[in-house]
């Protein structure tokens, strides 16, 4: 029997590219544990859905053209049942190339809420760059599950 990879690596294809905005739908992103069914659903269509995980880990990467301030965004909800997520900060961090200094913006979320864009985070890019960009929360230890990824988007914010 082949090995299955555990994680879900980003399907290009799944990425909307409109100038330098970019809409990344759920299978254009890297989700860690994504191809395992215990942790994660990841359908064709649709919102991805965090079934449960202690290491929450969905990113990518974006090549962007023009020098500007660009804005990074998820969109997401919580399903009523959704659990894990009191007292606990979500990240949305980016960087410039791989080699780049992170910047975060702590988010918060809550059982029940609405599609909502998490605060976006402001970057500014100097010249032709890869954005690399994802949503984080590794530090508390929790298992958290109920979540539903519906996209990322990353714009430019002049």
Request: aromatic share 10%; charged share 25%; net charge positive.
């Amino acid at each position: 029997m082949p090995f299955k990879k555990p994680h879900h690596t980003s399907d290009k294809s799944c990425m909307k590219k409109d100038d330098d905005k970019f809409e990344i739908l759920p299978r254009g992103l890297n989700i860690v544990w994504g191809n395992d069914s215990r942790y994660w659903r990841i359908p064709e269509e649709g919102p991805a859905e965090l079934i449960q995980v202690s290491w929450l880990e969905v990113s990518g990467v974006v090549q962007i053209t023009k020098a500007g301030t660009y804005s990074v965004s998820f969109e997401v909800k919580v399903k009523e049942d959704g659990f894990g997520w009191a007292g606990t900060d979500v990240l949305v961090m980016a960087k410039i190339g791989k080699t780049g200094k992170y910047r975060f913006q702590a988010n918060r979320l809550s059982p029940g809420e609405n599609i909502i864009p998490f605060k976006r985070l402001e970057i500014p890019v100097v010249g032709p760059s890869d954005l690399h960009f994802g949503l984080y929360e590794v530090w508390s230890g929790k298992w958290k599950g109920g979540l539903q990824i519906i996209k990322a988007v990353i714009q430019p914010l002049n």
